[in-house]
């Protein structure tokens, strides 16, 4: 196993106890022992259960990273592509706290903390956001003075939803889905008259 394959070993094993018992109860040689690798391999990577932690969840981040680039590939007209965009991004955070058990309260008490580590992924999915509004722009799909900060105001409005989202049960995902994108994209007085 290669440095990196051990090290993203060690990184599972710990967020799978971490889902389980918490992060207070889970210690270095809880994660050793269900390793296999033992104590020497674990502190070779990480010096402490907090660099543990924070590698967790760079490592969730980098799920959400990788299924947003995932839809950029997709063969969509802009606003379709978009919506498609809002959707995953809330649909693959509320399957990160889902399969993270007890892991998802601490994410949130930790916030200061976690937005640090965001930042790598707001970057790349601002960037996302403005390759859309881009495409749609040139296509005469979206009217987008400044592109930019369009990128920015959407991606700021997608975090500010993401913990009531998480919150609402499955049979409400649907229609709040529906009414995010329609408020987002239709504003208070969009094309469409039954938005709110």
Same mark, same amino acid.
């Given at each position: 196993m290669t440095v990196s394959k051990t090290r993203a070993m060690l990184v599972e094993v710990a967020r799978r106890l971490f889902a389980e018992k918490g992060v207070v109860d889970t210690t270095? &040689?809880?994660?050793?022992?269900? %390793?296999? #690798?033992?104590?020497?391999?674990?502190? $070779?990577? /990480?010096? &402490?259960?907090?660099?543990?932690? *924070?590698?967790?969840?760079?490592?969730?981040?980098?799920?959400? $990273?990788?299924?947003?680039?995932?839809? *950029? #590939?997709?063969?969509?007209?802009?606003? #379709?592509?978009?919506?498609? /965009?809002?959707?995953?991004? /809330?649909?693959? /955070?509320?399957d990160m706290v889902i399969r993270n058990g007890n892991l998802h309260a601490r994410f949130f008490r930790d916030i200061t903390e976690i937005e640090k580590l965001r930042r790598k992924l707001d970057s790349k999915e601002a960037v996302m956001l403005a390759q859309i509004l881009t495409e749609g722009q040139e296509k005469g799909i979206f009217n987008v003075k400044d592109i930019k900060k369009t990128a920015q105001i959407l991606q700021y409005s997608m975090k500010g939803l993401e913990v009531p989202y998480i919150r609402e049960n499955t049979r409400k995902r649907k229609d709040q889905n529906q009414h995010i994108y329609n408020f987002l994209f239709f504003?208070? *007085?969009?094309?469409? %008259?039954?938005?709110?």
């Open positions: 270095m &040689n809880d994660i050793a022992a269900a %390793s296999g #690798k033992g104590r020497r391999t674990l502190y $070779t990577y /990480f010096r &402490n259960k907090e660099e543990v932690y *924070m590698a967790c969840v760079e490592s969730e981040l980098l799920i959400v $990273t990788a299924a947003l680039q995932g839809v *950029m #590939k997709f063969d969509l007209e802009p606003d #379709k592509k978009i919506e498609a /965009f809002v959707r995953t991004h /809330f649909d693959v /955070f509320k504003g208070l *007085m969009g094309k469409q %008259s039954d938005i709110i």
